[in-house]
């Protein structure tokens, strides 16, 4: 059987290397760098953030085990993008720049938000 590739329903307001304020839950008020963004289950790893702790079975390597500290994931909801230019968060939209394409800017300033990734 082929495996089936699900699409995202929406596009999202936070991309990987955004500064992102968590807004809700057990980590709220933390600042962090989105690592990764999960698309399948709408959430995101964010450096720093709601660290949990793996146990490491022990192996030939390492014979005594470890306990390994990870970032696990947040959804996306709980997550708010900071703008460069203030160091505040705000809410996303998208228009058209200079050169006709579809950009992400800030609500709060109006100002285009640079895409960090390139």
Not at 16 to 26: A, K, P, Q, R, Y
Not at 59 to 77: D, M, W
Not at 78 to 86: I, Q, R, S, W, Y
Not at 89 to 118: A, E, W, Y
């Amino acid at each position: 059987m082929e495996k089936k590739i699900t699409l995202p329903k929406h596009k999202f307001h936070i991309k990987t290397g955004d500064t992102v304020l968590v807004i809700g839950g057990n980590s709220k008020g933390q600042r962090g760098v989105v690592k990764e963004v999960i698309v399948e289950k709408d959430r995101a790893r964010v450096e720093g953030v709601a660290m949990i702790t793996k146990h490491m079975k022990p192996t030939a390597s390492n014979p005594q085990g470890s306990l390994e500290k990870t970032e696990g994931s947040i959804h996306i909801s709980n997550l708010k993008v900071v703008d460069p230019a203030t160091g505040e968060p705000t809410r996303t939209g998208r228009k058209l720049n200079d050169k006709g394409k579809l950009q992400r800017f800030s609500k709060k300033t109006g100002n285009f938000i640079p895409d960090v990734r390139k």
